[in-house]
């Protein structure tokens, strides 16, 4: 199970740091992603960390200003949202997987999914 947290109202430029927190002793082992679907608008890749927190990838909107981490002992998933656009307003998915080596940045690829998380970036 994962339950994602950290949203909220925020103004352009500003930061915001997302969770989401796995149930299970299992959460080490999977791969782990980022998804966010604006107003209106389908569900789009945002971010992924393997297993390990070894290598990360990133959607081309979001590079140089958001960073994915994790801390394992904590079973907890981490996105880092800074310089925050306006367009960057979205519900934020967390969502993991088994790990292998296709498929990062496809939601059906993902075998869990939280709730989502409401972020919204004021101009």
């Known amino acids: 199970q994962l339950q994602a947290s950290g949203g909220g109202l925020v103004q352009a430029g500003g930061s915001l740091r997302l969770s989401c927190a796995a149930s299970?002793?299992?959460?080490?082992?999977?791969?782990m992603g980022w998804f966010r679907q604006p107003p209106g608008k389908e569900r789009d890749f945002v971010a992924a960390?393997?297993?390990?927190?070894?290598?990360?990838y990133y959607a081309d909107s979001v590079k140089g200003r958001f960073t994915i981490s994790r801390d394992n002992a904590a079973n907890t998933v981490y996105l880092q949202m800074n310089s925050l656009k306006p367009e960057d307003t979205a519900i934020y998915y967390c969502a993991a997987r088994t790990p292998r080596t296709y498929g990062r940045t496809q939601q059906n690829a993902y075998d869990y999914w939280g709730q989502g998380t409401q972020v919204t970036v004021s101009s």
């Open positions: 960390i393997t297993w390990s927190g070894g290598i990360v």
């Open positions: 299970g002793r299992t959460f080490s082992s999977y791969d």
